[in-house]
């Protein structure tokens, strides 16, 4: 094997990492763009039910009437 074609095996090695590598950055950009948009979805989902839980608040703490009596 010459130095040229040692060189040239060396050069597509680090070719074929490098084209795996960014296939992986790519994948892994499109789970975290995925889970950023989970968490948007629930940050909205706990907002919208702390809201409720609040409105609900003042009815939870007026007086229950007391249980039928059979």
Do not use: C, F
């Not at 809201?51 to 009437?65: K, Y």
């Amino acid at each position: 094997m010459t130095h040229l074609d040692a060189d040239t095996g060396r050069l597509e090695a680090v070719e074929i990492r490098l084209a795996h590598q960014d296939k992986m950055i790519s994948d892994l950009n499109d789970v975290i763009t995925a889970q950023w948009r989970k968490i948007d979805l629930l940050e909205r989902q706990l907002g919208r039910l702390r809201e409720e839980l609040q409105t609900l608040e003042p009815q939870r703490q007026s007086p229950e009437p007391p249980p039928p009596h059979y």
